[in-house]
């Protein structure tokens, strides 16, 4: 059953909005028909949507599959589900899910759970742009890595930029959010991951890495990095080769760059 709502201050377009400015923890807002395509094969628990007048008009097929779904559905004006849109030009569908669970244990179970290839973990630390963050995260979900570490004062895997950004890989990668930096490299060394990052004076290029060794690869802020306190942390670096005086490259893209080596390397 679909139930159409009016006002602009009904209670239930309230909590969306809360839901979209990060105001309620325990719930992810996912908008556009392609990442919502991605929560509903994803195993997280939805609780409710809302569609535009012109989406019913146009894709009444979806609309009834999310009634399938027995997911609560609100129909609003073109103009009133532009006042929940986080989108400035919305496809007109939104969906309201529980957040996944997140935490170390999760990313242990993963390796647990893959004991026949070699392990990899990211440790994303002060990674302060979304958009970056979920480039990263789709990435790290084709390479198949076991679990992805978020610092503390970084952004969050669930917020709606980092969410379209992961194609919704963030609802299914293992992640361990607002971890401490040097708690995260000791519980890497428990598991026998060896801390890994990139650095310009390295010695060795990523094509020289032993991909064979699990790994904890440590990536810091776009703008600023590690601190040197940090990288003296850190167990191993690399450099990734650049011609042309060029000094330096995107985060997602450099992250690619290292976790398809780890992939074509180590044939997982």
Request: aromatic share 8%; net charge neutral.
């Amino acid at each position: 059953m679909i139930n159409d709502i009016t006002s602009k201050n009904n209670i239930r377009l309230k909590f969306a909005r809360k839901v979209s400015a990060g105001k309620a923890k325990e719930y992810i807002f996912a908008e556009g028909f392609r990442l919502v395509a991605e929560a509903l094969r994803s195993n997280v628990e939805v609780v409710e949507g809302f569609v535009s007048e012109t989406f019913c008009e146009i894709s009444d097929d979806f609309v009834e599959t999310l009634l399938s779904n027995q997911i609560p559905i609100a129909k609003l004006s073109d103009q009133l589900f532009d006042s929940i849109a986080e989108t400035r030009s919305s496809q007109g569908i939104i969906l309201i899910c529980k957040k996944p669970d997140v935490g170390s244990a999760l990313i242990e179970q993963s390796i647990s759970n893959a004991s026949n290839r070699t392990p990899l973990v990211l440790l994303l630390h002060r990674i302060n742009n979304p958009a970056n963050l979920g480039a990263i995260l789709r990435t790290a979900e084709a390479v198949n890595v076991n679990g992805v570490i978020i610092s503390e004062n970084s952004t969050s895997a669930f917020s709606p930029k980092a969410l379209r950004g992961s194609m919704g890989a963030s609802l299914r990668i293992p992640i361990w959010e607002n971890a401490v930096f040097d708690r995260a490299l000791a519980w890497a060394r428990e598991l026998a991951l060896i801390p890994t990052c990139a650095d310009v004076n390295s010695k060795y290029s990523y094509w020289d890495t032993d991909w064979k060794k699990g790994r904890l690869l440590v990536f810091g802020s776009e703008a600023k990095g590690l601190s040197t306190e940090e990288f003296a942390r850190i167990d191993e670096n690399l450099y990734i080769p650049m011609g042309n005086e060029v000094e330096s490259l995107n985060l997602a893209v450099s992250s690619a760059l290292i976790m398809y080596e780890f992939k074509r390397r180590s044939n997982v």
